[in-house]
């Protein structure tokens, strides 16, 4: 049996409660990517072109400094990794999460919570902050409603 682990970004909580409850379903461990300097509710504001998230998003190179890089991601096989979706794709602090570490040969399957958008071409994107023996699969986007038995469910089929 692989060692499982799930780790998640969460600016407003929302990504945090659905990561709980799917490392419950996953019997995994949780490990939460925390912004050095945590987002506020100016910088989340995406109808301001100046917010920080703006900004960080329009540019695809920016990376977000993490708090810190302690993840013992040597001791798992599969990482569920979630976020919310930002501009149709993930946060750039999920490229700073994955150029943080080694992810050779592990998988990752992704998560993410949003207002109304999908996954796009965000595994795609992804895919560039990795090692290409890692695999990254498109998982699902997850409601805050998700009940526990439809987790297991999706949990049983991905893995």
């Known amino acids: 049996m692989s060692k499982i682990l799930v780790a998640y970004f969460s600016a407003t909580g929302t990504t945090e409660s659905t990561a709980k409850k799917l490392a419950e379903a996953a019997n ?3 490990y939460e990517i925390k912004a050095q300097t945590p987002y506020t509710a100016d910088d989340l504001n995406w ?9 960080e998003m329009r540019d695809k190179s920016y990376r977000p400094q993490i708090a810190d890089k302690n993840a013992d991601i040597e001791a798992y096989d599969t990482i569920f990794l ?17 150029e943080s570490y080694d992810f050779s040969g592990k998988k990752i399957i992704l ?5 109304g958008s999908g996954f796009g071409q965000t595994a795609e ?10 695999t990254i699969v498109s998982g699902r986007v997850l409601s805050s409603g998700i009940s ?12």
Do not use: H, Q
């Open 28 to 30: 995994a461990d949780i």
């Open 47 to 55: 109808r301001n072109d100046k917010s920080r998230s703006s900004v």
């Open 82 to 98: 979630g976020f919310p979706i930002w501009w149709y794709v993930a946060p750039t602090i999920i490229n700073t999460f994955l």
């Open 111 to 115: 998560f993410a919570t949003s207002g």
């Open 125 to 134: 994107e992804l895919k560039k902050s990795v090692d290409s023996t890692c």
């Open 148 to 159: 526990a038995a439809e987790l297991k469910k999706w949990v049983d089929s991905v893995m």
